[in-house]
Structure formats: C-alpha cells, structure tokens
C-alpha cells in the first residue's frame, strides 16, 4: 500500500538525520522528514487522515492515515511556549482532507525566544509493519508539493485458531495493561515518586522534574518495552515514548494518586471577551459536563414514571404531608426495591447543588475535596428534613418584619428574610466557589506552611460559608421574590394572556434556576379552595416541555450541519420522557434561536390552554407521561371548568400546538450562521453609535453616514457575491456529511471493536485462551475500509469543486475595497476604521470560518467602547441640562 505526502507549507524539506534534535535524527519516534517552514500557516500534507490527538500547547498533532501513525512537531522545545502563538480549531476525532488548515504559527515568536522552527514529520515504527520511503523531495517548495511516497506492507496475521501461542493472545487482549506495567517500572527506575516534583508530557516525551539525578537508572528505562530514548535536559528527565505518551502519564498519575495541577502541563491562557461572554461561557463550562448525569437520573426518573402509572410501583414522596394515593418513604412496609429506585431518580436531582459544586471547582481549578465539602454544607441532608413545600429543601427565616397582604402570596413574602438550602440556587453556589478559591489562594500567599493544612480551610469555611447563607443565599432569594411576584401579576392578564407569558418564561426560569417561584405560585393556587387541587399555572412546565420537543425537532429538519443533526436527534429520546436540560443547555442557550421558539411556542400553547379552561391536576410524572394527568379530577375536591376527558384531550392539543408552533419557529429562526450583509449592517450601526456618542455628529450628518453606509453594503455584498457564497457552502456542507458519515462508521468499528477486546479480557481471565484466540480473527475482519474509501472519495470530489483559493481571494478583495471607501466618508474616525480593520476581514470570510475553514481574527471590540463613550455622553447631557436649568 501507498500513501503520498505532500509539504504542509512554504519551506524547505531536510532529511530526518539532519534535525537538530537528537530525538528525530536517530528516529526514536520512526523515520519520515523535516519542514522548515517560510510562514505559519501549515495545512493537510496528505490526501485525508482522523485527526488522534492534539497536544494541549497546540506544537504537536497525531494523525491516522489508513493504518499509519504519524506525528507532526513544529519546532524544538516548542512545549515551553504553552500554546503561545499557536492557532488551531482542530478536534480530536475529526476527518482532515488536503488544504485543510491544521494550524497557525507566529514564526517571528519563535525567534524572539530563540526557538527552531524546525517541524519533523515522522510515522512510528511498527512490528507488524514494512516501510519505505520513495523519492524524498528535498530543497525549497510550496505547500501542497508532493513531497514522498511511502510504500508499506502489513503483515498478515493468522486466522487459524490454534496458531497463535496462549502468550500471543493473552498479549493481544492485555495490551492496555502495557501502561500500567510501564508506570510502576518507570516509577521505580526514577528513583520512586519521592526524587521528583512533577510530571507531565508533552506530545511524544514523558518529562520528571527530578531531584536527584543519581537516583535514575537511565539504563534500564532505556531498556524498557514501549521507551524509544532518553533526554537529559538539565534537572528534566525526558522519556521519548511516542504518541502514546499520555496514556503513560496517566498510569503514572494513578500509580502515585498525585493530583492533576501537578501533573498535567500549564494550561492556555483564556482569550480576553466581554463580561456577558465570560458569564456565558462560565455557566455552559459548569452545567454542561453535568449533563449526563442529569440525562441518566432522568431516565430513571421516566422508567419509575412507567412503574407508577402501571400500578407496578406505589407513589413515593419523601414529604411528611402525604396525600392521597402515595407511600411515605419510611413507611415499614414499603419494599427496598421501591425505596432504591425511588432514591436513583431523585437523590441527584434534590442534592444537585453538591454536583454543580463540584463541576464548579474544576473549571475554577479549585483542586482537592473542598468544593465538595462546600456543596455537602449548603445542601445538608442533614437540615433538609421532609424537603419543604416545594420538595427542593427548607426555607428557614431569619427576621420577619411583619405580615402583609398585597394579594400576592409570593409578594407577601418579602417582609422576611430567609435562609434556604442551595439545591437549586445555581449562581449562589457558583459564586460560594468561586470565592472559596479566591480566598484560598490569597491565604496560601502569606499563610504560614506550618499552620497551613489546619487553618487554610477553616479560614474558607468560616468565611464562605455564611457569605453563601446570609449574604448570596438572601440576596438570590430576594430576586427570587420579586420574579415570582412579577410572574404572578403576569399570570392574572385576561383573554390567556397571563398564563401564555407565564408559560413562555418557564423554560428560561429552569436554565437560571429561577424555576422555584414559579412552582410556588401554581402551588398555592392549586391549594386555594377556590381551585381545590388544580391550576392553569401548572400547564406551564407540560406546555414547555413539548416546546422544547419542538425546538429540537426543527433543528434536525431545517440544519445541514451533519455533525449538529447527529448531536440533536441524540437528545430527543430524553426531551420525550421529559429531561430537557440537556436541549437547553446543549442547544437551545447557545445558539439562541430554538430558545426563542421554545418562549413563542410556550406563550401560545399556554393561552390558548387557558382560553379553554385546562387546568393541571393530579401529578403523573414527566414527559409523555405528564399528559396522564389531565384527565383525572382536581385532586382537592374542586370542581374543574372542563371534565376530566375534555380536559386531557385539550391539553394534549395545548401540548402540540406548543410543539407545532415550536417546530415551525424553530424552522424559521434557525440559521446555520448570521449572513454577510447581517454582519456588515451590526458592524456599521456601531459605527454610527460611535460617531454619535464619541464624535458628537448631529443627526443629519449621522442620517448621511447611515446612507453611504447602506450604500457600501450594497455595492460589496452583491447577489453575485451571496450566490458564490451559497453556491460553495452547500458544497462544504455535503463534504461534510461525507466526513460525518466516516466519521458514524469509524464510531461504531471502534465500539465494535472494543466489545470484542472486553470479552477476549474475561475469556484469558478464565484460561480460556483458544476460545480468545478465535476472537482475534473476528477483530481483524471487523473492516468499513471500503465504504470509508467510498466515501472519502465523494467528499474529495466534493472539496474538489471548491476553489478556496478563489473564495479567499475574493474576500480579501472585498474587505480591502470597503475599507478603503469606508476611509474616504465623511465624519467616520479614521483610527476607529483601522481598529475594525479586521472585523470587516471576518465579516467577508465568516462562511469558511463557521464551517472551520479559516481561523477568524481578534475583533475589535467597538461595541464595550460604543457603551462606554454613551455612558459619557448621556451623564455629560443630563449636566448640561442642570446648568442651563
């Protein structure tokens, strides 16, 4: 088999034994050639290859090609920089196809600090293997140049049954073992965990920082199984291993129990946003990892909904106030079975605060087990006793300044001051963490070392947590008040208004964790012996529900983004039995628009609910199930509007109106990214903001920019220029459904893969080595080579048709054009101009760069100084008016 490689960039080819590290010219990581590159823009260097890893500085990528493992390294020691100067938006797992940008480097960093720029691409050696490398190409090229050829020959392995010896096949299904065994060796031969301070690795090397050199047997770890070299580099220790490196890492990290800041590497610097970004982008980094807890316990939650409503399971509630038809958990007679179920399903979802305590500190980085302990203290079981009125924890009241009567039962709470559990008040105990390691690290920094393991938590503690209870705690419970008496008002709105705008706000109340004033509402109407067990307040969390649904299902109708299609119509069998934060905070928050349809769809399917006179009553779990309900009578003894049977039926037509109407908006809103001329219109109005609140131009002169401004908007983004645009985008979205679809297959190889190596373990921990040894033949023709080939070709041909160049070009044009005629209106701050010089570059290639075919530039972030220059502008006219007053 062959496989051509080709330059990644503009540069200069060298043989491997000419590299200036020892490393690569004795090819300890296999043979292959060294780049000098010309400029920083590396791309594809071969025909299409599965991305295998990126290391966490982004110098070092590993890629699969056929069954090749090759490894590019740009620059000597690059690791020191930790990701400075580099530029990427690969993802591990992805498929890269020629001309693909791999990643981007400041060339004129890496002689500032003195680094080669030197970038060697190797494949690694293998047993199993053949290899040659034909008609090397050495001196000046240009990227995409055909470099070599490599020619190499698999050999075959046996089919027969017997023919493998027992030590083949234990050592065939044991192959992960090799990193376990290797640790211990390695932690031995370094002189044991106490002769070094940390360890971590770079793409290819296993690097201790030792104490004593004279503690290391060299000798014998250059000797070990897996080891390719070693490097002194100073006190540092570097163990080439190759791309398997991290997976050696962590057996070491295991081996020891040492914590992650020690041994992983220093992490990037985060890019500089907005403070709306970073809350963004804060809340989505601690509540998505908790998705599949939330999605796995929610099932649960669905399945003990089946078992209720089967009359399979009683009615469990953890209350003291046991209605009608329920079982107290403590009852004598209920079965453990029930009881274990039961606590499955809803110890996670009262006690989620622990979890998001936990999530917190790791993306704060606050190691160790205190945020775990923080979370444990704000949702202490033990001051949760029967769950309180909502089933979430117990309020406590602090002061009670007296009673009131506004009407509004949630209004009339705000004379007291309360103390709650912290279940689900999310930004609160976010907040607790965050301070806590604030904190932290203030007191290490002048603790002393000796009072330190004693003192350091208990000054947390003392501290953080009656800041969280007294201070955050009432503070959130105040702008929980004040929604909820809002909401209420909200509610009373005639003709159905009320319970539309009710419904509407309840989904994005639940992604805030503002969802407990809502519940409390349709509580206490529920319990009003005018309602006596019913409420059209609690449509809403149903209603939502399926708008949600709904959102979901027009993603994966409308989108052509094969990768997002997959990720959505993975959600939707939960969405269905009722767990919708994982549509929420995976799709719905982030990309806007089926969050907007989800409020619009809820707005209609609640009014038009309340029109009819559908009202909520007995309780029948979640999702499809919910729908049960409301066909039983008030639970109170109240005489409902509508019979039971008309009131199921109509909140089952409520409930998909809400999912029709979510459907059709969801279709409509939703777009794969914003357009040219969209972008250029945002950009151009903050121009006039601008101009307005800095420059102080007057409205007719503001009314002339705006029309010239118009005008450049229509003269740059032409029909001709959008019809090129949409022409190539469906090209690149059909490449990749092409790359998706390998992508599918290689997922289910993989685990098809797997699920043999698991059984081949248990089969050799049973001595049964010929009956593993016959799974080994099953392994190898475990084969989509074909198919994958196929389709590799359709999305080649496909990319083929694009001519990135050309789009490139074009765009660049554009944006030099319109920068130039933007220079030449009147009254536009020419420096302003120049600062947005590269927005407008971003705004003319934005289609290759949602589709990660450029790497956008740094805007300028005209909108923080628009803001900025009006707060001004305002405060100086409001003292301008005082003075002539």
Known sequence: MRVKLYSPVDGEIINIENCKDSMFADRMLGDGFVVIPENGNFKAFFDKAKLTMIFDTKHAY?????????????????????????KTKLEVGQTIL????????DLNLLKEYKISSETPIVFEFNSLKEYKILNLKTGKVKAGDQVC????????????????????VIKFFNSENRYQKLAKELNILVGSRRNYNEVYNCMTRLRFSIKDKEKVNVDKIKSLNLVKGVVWNGNELQIVIGQEVYKVKDEVVNENNISNAIASNAGMARAKMSPSKKLFQMFAGIMT?????????GMVQALMAILIQTGVMPDITYSSKVAEGQVWLFDPNLSIIWIVIFLTAKTTQIFMGILICVSAGKYFKYEGL???????ILCSPLAFFDGGDLQIGRDFVL???????TGNPILDTITMVKVNMMGTKIFVIIAAVYTAKKLDLWIKSWINPIVDVMFRPTIVFVIVIPLAFFGYGIAWSYIEVLFGAAMFYVGKIPFGLGIGLYSASYQPAVVLGLHGPLLMISMLDSFSPANGGQTAFGMAPGIGLWATIGSLIGVIIITKNAKLKKQ?????PGGILGITEPIMYGLAVPKKSPLYSIVIASFIGGAVTAVFGVTARGSSGIGVFGIIGGFTNPTMGGIGKLDPVTNGILSIVGSFIALGCAILFSMILFKERVSEKKLLNKLFDSILFYSKYSLFVDEKELMQMKKELKQLNKDFVTKDFEKEITKNEKLIQKALKYTQKINNIEEKETISKEKIMRLGKRLIEKNKTIEASKLIAKYNQIDNSEKINELNNLAIETRNKINFAELKNISSELSKNIFDRMGQIKNIDKDLILNLKPNIWNVFNSMLINYGQLENHVDFKIDDLVNEKKEIYIKNKSNKKLIQA
């Open 370 to 376: 205190m945020p775990i302990a923080i979370g444990l």
């Open 62 to 86: 590993g890629f699969k090609i056929n069954d090749l493992e090759f490894l590019l390294h740009c620059g000597m020691d690059t690791v020191s920089l930790n990701g400075k100067g580099f």
């Open 98 to 105: 020629k001309g693909d940008d791999l990643f981007e480097i």
């Open 149 to 168: 050829t490599i020619e190499y020959k698999l050999h075959e392995l046996k089919d027969e049954v017997n023919i493998q010896s027992d030590d083949d």
């Open 289 to 297: 990892p908790m998705i599949p807890v939330i999605l796995g316990t």
């Open 399 to 405: 002061f009670n300044f007296g009673t009131i009567h």
């Open 568 to 572: 959505c119509v993975s959600m939707l």
